[in-house]
């Protein structure tokens, strides 16, 4: 079974303070992202990335940086920590090729921003 | 950008019944999938649903997929307490998922036991 296992399952951080959210899969995948979860908003993709080293924004990449040195490993940054960054942050992680959109989630990090 | 909308935004039925939830979208998609999450959990697949597909089952999941009207359900029968959850439709727009999946804001559902 894939299994994608996310640092933190509950973070609590200040504001102005530099965070990393870590994600690591075990089924190597290609394609790795991260979402936030919001009340009321759904999932919105913050990045993605189809290989090492290459990164995509996704719908809200402001305030956040993302990191892929290794195929199983796909960080999250947020270099300076705001209380509107307060959320569930998700991460998936997907192969690659056409007609094989399923996406395999880790358990999450709610993380919150005093 | 949100695509996907589910509706209802909540269902509460007693167990034993069916649950229907719908999902609308606005562009042309490979597929669509249906995601089940759990209270503070992460998602976890369900079903996918190629755009050439009209309907396909697994266990006591029924999807439908009407691309003339940008729309599909999911059909829940036979529903358990465990069915309680939050369910979410998301589209494949790209190839492969290489763009990430677009996702509604759920049908939040409640088994009656």
């Known amino acids: 079974d894939v299994k994608v296992t996310q640092s933190s399952r509950y973070l609590v951080k200040r504001t102005g303070e530099k965070v990393f959210l870590e994600c690591v899969q075990d089924m190597d995948h290609e394609n790795m992202f991260w979402y936030r979860q919001d009340p009321g908003l759904g999932l919105r993709l913050i990045y993605f990335?189809?290989?090492?080293?290459m990164k995509e924004k996704g719908d809200i990449p402001e305030g956040y940086s993302v990191s892929r040195e290794k195929k199983e490993r796909f960080s999250l940054i947020l270099e300076s920590a705001s209380t509107n960054q307060t959320s569930m942050y998700l991460c998936a992680s997907s192969l690659w090729g056409s007609g094989r959109g399923e996406q395999f989630f880790g358990p999450g990090t709610r993380l919150t921003v005093l | 950008s949100q695509q996907g909308e589910e509706d209802p935004q909540a269902l509460s039925i007693q167990e034993g019944e069916n649950a229907t939830m719908n999902c609308s979208y606005k562009?042309?998609?490979?597929?669509l999938q249906w995601y089940r999450q759990n209270s503070g959990r992460g998602l976890v697949h369900l079903i996918l649903i190629r755009s050439n597909e009209r309907e396909k089952h697994s266990g006591r999941l029924r999807v439908t997929l009407d691309t003339s009207k940008k729309s599909s359900s999911l059909l829940i029968t036979a529903s358990r307490a465990a069915d309680t959850a939050s369910y979410f439709c998301?589209?494949?727009?790209?190839?492969?998922?290489?763009?990430?999946?677009?996702f509604g804001k759920g049908t939040h559902l409640i088994i009656q036991p």
């Open positions: 998301a589209t494949d727009a790209g190839g492969g998922g290489a763009d990430g999946l677009t």
């Open positions: 990335s189809y290989d090492v080293k």
């Open positions: 562009t042309s998609i490979n597929n």
